[in-house]
């Protein structure tokens, strides 16, 4: 069976349009609520959102949904998405649902499942519960109708937990921290607990209404905070995205360190206290070729997977590892989340700078990296770049020429219609004539 509904991380699209419908969200929730509700006992759901306008309207239509096949709905309003994986867990739900398009813009949107274990579901649960909606459901007996009500505290329950994957009997005293919540899930969760943990907090980002988020701000936009932290002299910058399972970092000099550095740091902490999981990290094909370098040279392995956060905490589980992620700041540490949260990894960095005594800049440049360009080129519906022969001729005569000396990526996003060239090059000059030739090629096929 091709699967047509689920992506890469779950569904996604533009908000009113299939598969972003009212009425696709209220088919989802009861095929999900079928799925999991398999027996007369009490079944239950936590459903939480960012801070999209369109979030109200897939809340209410996954809650009419899931009620209608007996299942019990927990509303939690904004929350990151790492909190529905940990509150699915404590809460002891069967599902848990995000509503987010993470660092998307505000007019796209998303549903994100997860299982009891607070994992992000499989495949073959997500081609199961698609092969029920597109069967259709039956409805459950009028005595057996699931309720639905607010859960008024999830906020803080996440709050309290993510403060207890801080060293104990360390404070944030004396440091002033930028935070850039990008109008997101967690404009109000991540300054409380920078705040609450001793921090001298400047947010930003957290005027959320319903359209603004990640508009040239968050994690894929930290110029603005970059000039914060210079105007405010503040020790550090947090950039999170709109779903906040996602954080890059600004030093007190204003540069930006990726999820690339921040991993490099924390593999090398976790290696030299004994706590890294079968001594490797894993990280997907885009990572540069910098931190594989560096890590190889402190005896750390590396293990590559596809793009996507979903295949980096396969091969985590998979393989016994505790640490994971992705260059644009996914940050994996099953031993707190199982899943990508920006906060609790921006947390690791600051307990560094705690313990150490070092500033941000000492620390955020872990390796040097190897020469990398990244350039997404959109290409219009019903095109398809990739199987054209003059993309396929500009891809192997690329390779050829890199050689040894670097590597090409070139690949469909699994979440928007953007082609995504990623090279590597020792010489920046080769480096430039790549990406020169490959992305006016994906760019004429568009």
Known sequence: MSRKLFGTDGVRGQANSWPMTADMALRLGAAAGRYFRQDKQEHRVVIGKDTRLSGYMLEYALTAGFTSTGMNVFLLGPVPTPAIGYLTHSLRADVGVMISASHNPASDNGIKLFGPDGYKLSDEAEDAIEKLLNEGVTASAPQHIGRARRVDDARGRYVEYAKTTFPKRRRLDGLRIVVDCAHGAAYRTAPEVLW???????????????????????????????????????????????????????????????????????????????????????????????????????????????????????????????????????????????????????????????????????????????????????????????????????????????????????RESGTEPLIRVMAEALDPGLLDRVMDKVVGAVRKES
């Open 196 to 410: 609450e943990l001793g921090a001298e907090v400047i947010p930003m980002g957290v005027e959320p209404d319903g359209f603004n988020i990640n508009l040239n701000c968050g994690s894929t936009r930290p110029e603005a905070a970059a000039r914060k932290v210079l105007e405010t002299r503040a020790d550090l910058g947090i950039c999170l995205d709109g779903d906040a399972d996602r954080v890059v970092l600004i030093d007190e000099q204003g540069r930006v360190a990726d999820g690339d550095q921040l991993m490099a740091l924390i593999a090398t902490r976790w290696a030299q206290e004994g706590r890294l999981a079968g001594n490797a990290l894993v990280a997907t094909v885009m990572s540069n070729l910098g931190l594989e370098r560096h890590l190889n040279a402190q005896g750390i392995g590396l293990k590559r997977t596809p793009v996507g956060d979903r295949h980096v905490v396969e091969a985590m589980r998979a393989g016994g590892h505790n640490l994971g992620g992705e260059q644009s700041g996914h940050i994996v540490m099953t031993d707190y989340a199982t899943t990508g949260d920006g906060l609790i990894g921006a947390l690791q960095f600051l307990a560094a700078m705690v313990e150490t005594g070092q500033q941000a800049s000492e620390l955020a440049q872990v390796f040097a990296p190897v020469p990398q360009q990244l350039i997404n080129v959109r290409f219009a519906k019903g095109k398809a770049p990739l199987k054209t022969d003059l993309v396929q001729t500009a891809m192997a005569e690329a390779e050829k020429e890199l050689g040894q000396n670097g590597r090409l990526l070139i």
